[in-house]
């Protein structure tokens, strides 16, 4: 049986700003259209991602040109890819539709001015993180801790997240600046992040603020990333599950779900190395767990927790 998928982070739109690659099924792209289909990826989040080496006067051209690829190659009408710009609307999908939103992992391009989370939040975005890595006006990231947390610009950005019903992701978050959002987000989620008590680095969550999100009933979405996963050796299925049953370990069953990262990763898991292989996930999960569990893992629990 296949399950359908909602998977909270991609990087194609990036992809198409190094090179003209086709959406529908270039062996390029992880996450291509004709994996999606195949995955039995019912929902694709596409994170609008600047490269850190670009010049700041270069960051909002590339946004802008990363909601020209979704557009114009993402939801075009024959490709049966609905925009998603309400969480209301992944319910109403056809059986042959796909959906698709549009994120922001970084607001370094909004440069302090409120009023393009405007124009973006027009452009449909429904979740937004406030930091790649590094530090911008808005926050700290876990690669530049100035030891501020979010700013004020951020604190006015989490605000109309919550009027909005927009998420709030703490994926690439400093510390202080996540325990800041937890305090001031309404809408709380970490599209891509592990466990750190399985493997210590920089971009997982402590037991702490695992136990955080699960008080603020935030959803934690597992990420695919091998380095996130395991410190050393080849990474399989079975060593992403771990990081499953840890978080449902600490009371979180009911907020797991999925956030790929494809063609924002550079190793893999084995048999888990394009969304075509989605499946292949679900059916280990159902070795360890019952069919309700794993629906929820798969699609329901993210159903429960989109802000209303």
């Known amino acids: 049986m296949n399950y359908p998928i909602i998977d909270l982070h991609c990087d194609v739109l990036s992809r198409f700003e190094s090179k003209k690659l086709n959406f529908l099924d270039s062996v390029e792209l992880d996450a291509n259209l004709e994996n999606l289909r195949i995955g039995h990826v019912k929902v694709q989040a596409f994170a609008i991602f600047i490269s850190p080496n670009i010049p700041k006067q270069e960051k909002i051209k590339s946004a802008l040109r990363q909601i020209y690829y979704f557009n114009e190659y993402v939801i075009r009408p024959e490709n049966n890819v609905i925009h998603i710009k309400k969480w209301s609307q992944i319910e109403q999908l056809k059986e042959n539709e796909i959906g698709a939103f549009i994120t922001i992992e970084g607001v370094d391009f909004f440069e302090g001015d409120i009023k393009k989370w405007h124009l973006f939040k027009d452009f449909g975005v429904l979740n937004i993180g406030l930091t790649w890595n590094f530090s911008n006006e808005a926050a700290d990231g876990v690669g ?72 603020k009933n935030a959803p934690i979405h597992i990420v695919y990333n091998p380095p996130f996963i395991k410190q050393n050796g080849v990474v399989n299925i079975k060593d992403l599950l771990h990081h499953v049953e840890h978080i449902c370990s600490l009371g979180g069953k009911e907020l797991v779900g999925l956030g790929s990262d494809f063609d924002g990763i550079s190793e893999k898991v084995c048999g888990l190395e394009t969304a075509a292989q989605q499946q292949n996930l679900i059916n280990e999960m159902l070795k360890l767990y019952p069919e309700e569990d794993v629906k929820g893992f798969a699609y329901q629990n993210f159903l429960n927790h989109c802000p209303k």
């Open 144 to 215: 530049e801790d100035l030891a501020r947390g979010v700013t004020s610009f951020g604190r006015e950005i989490i605000q109309l997240n919550n009027a909005h019903k927009i998420f709030t992701d703490v994926s690439h978050l400093s510390e202080r600046s996540f325990w800041d959002v937890i305090e001031h987000a309404n809408h709380v989620i970490a599209t891509h992040s592990n466990a750190k008590a399985l493997c210590d680095h920089r971009r997982n969550l402590s037991d702490a603020q695992i136990q955080a999100m699960i008080r």
